[in-house]
């Protein structure tokens, strides 16, 4: 598709469990985003990648939280031993290589619950 | 460090009323400055964008000046249809260039 893909798009898991989610960008895109939008806390980074540099890892609550990118592509966001408090939707954008503009192109989430 | 501070919602309207909604930032210098939009079961798109001190984005009708002075960008639109019911997010480039920030989205509601 022309768009950035998520998948799972809901996922729901016990407490203790890992989960991974999937993001497909935008074929050409360089730049890879993830975010958390958790509600009444907007959207929060957690990490960029950027080509082949090394990944802003920043915004990463916590050492459960884990991500890569491979082939430069697809990227996948893990979290290990859930907490409830990580309930969410993760947000994928991408966009475009060197200048930033600033658009990021997003898909439409992976809404994980920990029960 | 940067940040984005906007109205808390939910802003509820009647169709054809007039639309703020305020945006301030704190950062380092003169960020770009972004309205994203998030309709019912799509993803975050952009909307409008300012570069610079004194830049007017404008997309839909709407509309966000950049004031230097008052360190806002403030959304506007002068007649809101029910098509408009949305999350908007205000956000900034960080002095890396490299991330959005964004504020905690207002929830924007117009009912005919």
């Known amino acids: 598709g022309a768009g950035v893909s998520q998948s799972p798009s809901n996922k729901v898991t016990e407490k203790g469990k890992d989960v991974e989610l999937r993001c497909d960008p935008i074929?050409?895109?360089?730049?890879l985003y993830w975010y958390r939008q958790s509600l009444g806390q907007g959207l929060e980074f957690l990490i960029y990648?950027?080509?082949?540099?090394?990944?802003?890892k920043s915004g990463l609550p916590s050492d459960r939280f884990s991500a890569e990118r491979t082939g430069g592509s697809v990227s996948t966001l893990t979290i290990q031993r859930t907490q409830q408090e990580d309930s969410a939707v993760y947000l994928c954008?991408?966009?475009?290589?060197?200048?930033?503009?600033?658009?990021?192109?997003f898909g439409e989430g992976s809404r994980l619950t920990v029960l | 460090g940067n940040s984005v501070t906007q109205m808390e919602g939910p802003v509820t309207l009647s169709e054809e009323a007039f639309l703020t909604i305020n945006c301030t930032y704190t950062?380092?210098?003169?960020?770009?400055l972004f309205w994203y939009v998030q309709y019912p079961g799509e993803g975050l798109q952009l909307l409008l964008k300012?570069?610079?001190?004194?830049d007017k984005g404008s997309n839909k009708g709407f509309e966000a000046t950049y004031r230097k002075e008052t360190t806002s960008f403030h959304l506007e639109k002068g007649s809101v249809q029910v098509s408009d019911s949305a999350v908007y997010f205000c956000?900034?480039?960080?002095?890396?260039?490299?991330?959005?920030?964004f504020g905690k989205g207002t929830t924007l509601s117009v009912s005919s």
């Open positions: 954008a991408s966009r475009p290589g060197t200048p930033n503009t600033g658009e990021l192109f």
């Open positions: 074929s050409g895109h360089t730049a």
């Open positions: 990648f950027q080509g082949n540099s090394a990944p802003d």
């Open positions: 950062a380092t210098g003169y960020p770009s």
């Open positions: 300012a570069t610079k001190a004194d």
């Open positions: 956000a900034l480039l960080n002095q890396a260039g490299t991330a959005l920030i």
